[in-house]
């Protein structure tokens, strides 16, 4: 679908502490999923929704994303000389996939903090906010459908998923109406990681929001909330409950996302998307199998 007014944010701004040592000098975002860093998927999968013009909200220690998404000219002419066209495609897909802008985010005062900084650079036009711990398989694709929702209905739209209620606790959580839309809900309520016993359903906001700018003023006002830090759910609370708000939607989202912020999820996710690829999955296939009787 084109979306050629659409921009994308994404705050990149976290500490990856849960991945220490390997994230003490690396962002997060720059560990490989396979052979690609995180913040590419998330990058392309913007692109493959129509989106051409990316803004990263940087926290510190991230200038590796920004060399990741530049051109390297010593590099492409070596492999140029050496006439290895595969190697140099690699090099130059990332800094020819979109137009992509950084922007400091400042002192770390949380998510919601991160998404104001962005009002100037995306102006009057919805924009959707990416986080790059989510990643949503290409072959799910979601953002058409939210920005298909956006346009028919002019509200903002987040991505929902049902989760297991022990996980409930790790995400923001929606109370919703149904549509006549079965993948569509009406938000009525928002929480940020509520504990499992408090939670008003099991359908976890996933880092995916489509958002319009009447969202800014609501984030200016926001104050401190989980963590002490300004959440986006907070806000997006807010515009929800509020019947002179615009509306706000969600998309349940039934495909493959893997959450490459936990340890665990993120090891899964290489072996997934290794087994499908063409160019391992022939081999890795049948020793995961064999790995496996060995258990
Ligand atoms: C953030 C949001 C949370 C959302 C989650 C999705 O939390 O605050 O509402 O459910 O992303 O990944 P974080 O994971 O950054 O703590």
Redesign the pocket.
């Known amino acids: 679908m084109e979306a050629p007014k659409i921009k994308a944010v994404m705050p990149v701004a976290?500490l990856g502490t849960r991945f220490l040592p390997a994230t003490k000098a690396t962002p997060k975002e720059m560990l490989p999923v396979v052979d690609k860093p995180a913040i590419q998927y998330v990058v392309e999968e913007a692109v493959a929704a129509g989106i051409r013009d990316v803004l990263m909200i940087l926290g510190r220690n991230k200038t590796a994303i920004a060399n990741h998404f530049d051109s390297v000219p010593e590099l492409e002419q070596k492999l140029s000389e050496k006439g290895d066209d595969r190697k140099l495609g690699h090099v130059t897909r990332t800094s020819d996939l979109a137009d992509i802008h950084m922007l400091r985010q400042g002192e770390p005062k949380g998510?919601g903090h991160a998404v104001s900084r962005a009002a100037q650079h995306v102006g009057d036009s919805p924009f959707v906010v990416m986080?790059g711990?989510?990643l949503i398989d290409e072959r799910d694709p979601l953002l058409p459908k939210m920005i298909e929702v956006n346009q028919q209905r002019g509200a903002m739209v987040i991505a929902l998923m049902e989760v297991d209620p022990d996980h409930i606790s790790?995400?923001?959580c929606a109370s919703v109406d149904a549509t006549d839309d079965p993948d569509v809900v009406k938000v009525t309520d928002l929480v940020?990681?509520p504990a499992k016993e408090e939670a008003p359903s099991n359908l976890?906001?996933?880092?995916r929001y489509l958002l319009t700018p009447d969202i800014f003023p609501v984030l200016e006002r926001t104050g401190p909330g989980k963590g002490n830090e300004i959440?986006?759910?907070d806000a997006l609370k807010d515009v929800a409950v509020d019947p002179e708000n615009v509306d706000v939607y969600g998309v349940i989202f039934r495909g493959r996302r893997y959450?490459t912020?936990d340890k665990l999820d993120y090891i899964k996710a290489i072996m997934r998307i290794a087994s499908d690829r063409e160019d391992l999955g022939p081999d890795l296939r049948p020793w995961i199998k064999e790995f496996a009787a060995t258990l």
């Open positions: 976290g998510l986080l711990d989510d790790m995400y923001g940020e990681k976890a906001i996933i880092g959440q986006l759910t959450d912020g």
